[in-house]
């Protein structure tokens, strides 16, 4: 059964500084890996895509990789603002089936 | 604009009342999603429906029913048998897994968060 996982659960960091969100799994037969950000009340907004055959895909501050060897991806948020205070999941899309599998997240908080 | 629209934004239920959530899309998806959140927790998949006509039970289906007559909606009923459903809802949809690389991104709606009084 495919399980995911997100360190830390949560993280504050001052304006500016650049940081890593972790997400591993662990059936690596997966099809392909989402990132999403959710604000508190509100529904998800999707961030990134990779595809099983993808190292990494970028959307300006946003850099996201994945080794599915290892079954991990990473989030690199460059430049972090206040405005990217939120919580944000990763998703994987098993091969098998239409279902996507969740991680629990990470409720990250830049302060000002 | 294309996407997917939740209503009601808030729905409050009296004990022993079925409530139905809507969820339309106009992105010519092909699979809808519904998905429960409760606070700290993940997103837990009700049901899902990979084509007209068609739907499964998720993880947690039980005291949940859903109809998918059009494509473009997937109506949520939860049921009197449903005994813990104070949650936030999430109706979700994606295009053909075997499509064009857009078509495997999953969208969501904004949500509909119900209470039970």
């Known amino acids: 059964k495919q399980e995911v996982t997100q360190i830390p659960a949560a993280l504050s960091v001052p304006e500016g500084e650049n940081l890593v969100l972790n997400c591993s799994f662990t059936?690596?037969?997966?099809?392909?890996l989402q990132w999403f950000r959710q604000d508190p009340g509100k529904g998800l907004t999707s961030l990134l895509l990779i595809q099983s055959s993808q190292r990494e895909q970028t959307s300006g501050r946003l850099n996201a990789s994945l080794d599915k060897s290892s079954g991990r991806s990473t989030l690199y948020i460059a430049a972090s603002q206040p405005g990217d205070s939120a919580t944000y999941l990763c998703a994987v899309l098993m091969d098998s089936s239409y279902k996507l599998i969740f991680g629990s997240g990470t409720r990250l908080l830049v302060r000002p | 604009d294309g996407g997917i629209t939740q209503s009601p934004k808030y729905l409050f239920r009296k004990e022993g009342q079925n409530v139905t959530l809507s969820c339309e899309q106009n992105?010519?998806?092909?699979?809808m999603y519904w998905y429960r959140q409760d606070p700290g927790q993940g997103l837990r998949l009700i049901y899902y429906s990979q084509i007209v006509n068609d739907f499964q039970k998720g993880d947690i289906a039980e005291g949940y029913s859903v109809s998918r007559e059009k494509k473009e909606s997937f109506p949520l009923t939860v049921t009197s048998a449903q005994k813990n459903p104070t949650a936030f809802y999430l109706c979700?949809?994606?295009?053909?897994?075997?499509?064009?690389?857009?078509?495997?991104?999953?969208?969501f709606g904004p949500g509909t968060r119900l209470t039970v009084l």
């Open positions: 979700a949809s994606r295009g053909d897994i075997a499509g064009a690389n857009s078509y495997n991104e999953q969208f």
């Open positions: 059936d690596s037969a997966i099809y392909n």
């Open positions: 992105l010519n998806h092909d699979a």
